[in-house]
């Protein structure tokens, strides 16, 4: 529900992301910095990194689950 601009960097989405899951913001700067280093960087992932960036991600989809959930609860 909360997507991507198409003037934003991923720092930037990432930081509005933030600011819907301030319990994230960590995981947040871990999962960005992977990708930014994986997408503009020209190099593979690790094979630990992709562990970690499946991990990360889980916890920042339950974050985003629960607050989508609280706003459907709201009348």
Do not use: C, F, M
């Amino acid at each position: 529900g909360i997507a991507r601009r198409d003037q934003e960097t991923p720092h930037e989405y990432a930081k509005r992301l933030g600011q819907a899951v301030p319990d994230g913001n960590e995981q947040l700067g871990e999962l960005t910095s992977l990708y930014t280093s994986v997408r503009y960087g020209d190099r593979s992932p690790e094979d630990k990194q992709l562990g970690n960036v499946n991990s990360l991600w889980q916890i920042i989809k339950g974050l985003l689950q629960r607050i989508e959930g609280d706003q459907q609860g709201k009348p």
